[in-house]
């Protein structure tokens, strides 16, 4: 998804008058953000003009602060359209439990925001599981490449998309295994990447079990 908002840090006068400069790519969100932005306890302002917001601090917080929670409030207010898809993929999984209840469990620690690499984990194995079941095998998802590149092919999938689609769950392994599984280096936007992945890759397994 692409980025909603973006913020540029401003002085005033003097380098003692920092504000944020906050850019809102769809301006009819304005007058909502406006609410939600001055009830955030570091703001003193959010002053609307155009397409962004001059956003004042309130004291005792820095600009830093300011900055931190006005992005932590953006970020949760555009989430609602990626929620709204995980909702949909959600659904559609409803004959495979166990794939569906680790799925909903990465959900509501994605939404909440308090345990990223626990997020990552769930995804990993709701996929996991869904493949055991689709490939009606208990191969862990490292060992799935070759059981699904069968799978692909008695679909009708051409072996130069079989073959994309298999490199692509070989570097989501790696990145699995290399960082969530230990917990490390976990960056923000690597997450949303993986979040991403996940949706794709659950969507077109599904797509192709309806056929």
């Given at each position: 998804?692409?980025?909603?908002?973006?913020?540029?840090?401003?002085?005033?006068?003097?380098?003692?008058?920092?504000?944020?400069?906050?850019?809102?790519?769809?301006?009819?969100?304005?007058?909502?953000?406006?609410?939600?932005?001055?009830?955030?306890?570091?703001?003193?302002?959010?002053?609307?003009?155009?397409?962004?917001?001059?956003?004042?601090?309130?004291?005792?917080?820095?600009?830093?602060?300011?900055?931190?929670?006005?992005?932590?409030?953006?970020d949760k207010f555009y989430d609602r359209e990626s929620l709204d898809e995980l909702s949909i993929i959600s659904e559609s999984l409803?004959?495979?439990?166990?794939?569906?209840?680790?799925?909903?469990?990465?959900?509501?620690?994605?939404?909440?925001?308090?345990?990223?690499?626990?997020?990552?984990?769930?995804?990993?194995?709701?996929?996991?599981?869904?493949?055991?079941?689709?490939?009606?095998?208990?191969?862990?998802?490292?060992?799935?490449?070759?059981?699904l590149n069968q799978y692909l092919a008695e679909k009708g999938v051409s072996s130069e998309i079989s073959n994309g689609f298999r490199?692509?769950?070989?570097?989501?392994?790696?990145?699995?295994?290399?960082?969530?599984?230990?917990n490390l280096n976990i960056a923000k936007n690597d997450a949303t990447i993986i979040i991403e992945q996940t949706k794709s890759l659950?969507?077109?397994?599904?797509?192709?079990?309806?056929?």
């Amino acid at each position: 998804m692409a980025k909603m908002y973006s913020i540029e840090r401003r002085e005033y006068w003097s380098e003692t008058n920092p504000y944020l400069k906050v850019y809102i790519r769809k301006t009819e969100d304005m007058q909502e953000l406006q609410i939600k932005l001055e009830a955030l306890s570091s703001v003193k302002r959010a002053n609307p003009n155009k397409d962004y917001f001059v956003v004042y601090n309130r004291n005792p917080y820095t600009i830093s602060e300011t900055q931190k929670e006005v992005e932590s409030c953006l970020d949760k207010f555009y989430d609602r359209e990626s929620l709204d898809e995980l909702s949909i993929i959600s659904e559609s999984l409803d004959w495979y439990d166990k794939a569906k209840s680790l799925f909903e469990s990465g959900c509501k620690k994605y939404k909440s925001r308090n345990d990223l690499r626990g997020c990552l984990d769930d995804f990993r194995l709701s996929l996991e599981l869904l493949l055991k079941e689709i490939l009606h095998n208990e191969r862990t998802l490292d060992n799935q490449l070759i059981p699904l590149n069968q799978y692909l092919a008695e679909k009708g999938v051409s072996s130069e998309i079989s073959n994309g689609f298999r490199h692509f769950l070989d570097c989501y392994n790696k990145y699995q295994n290399n960082h969530v599984k230990h917990n490390l280096n976990i960056a923000k936007n690597d997450a949303t990447i993986i979040i991403e992945q996940t949706k794709s890759l659950i969507n077109i397994l599904m797509k192709l079990k309806g056929e």
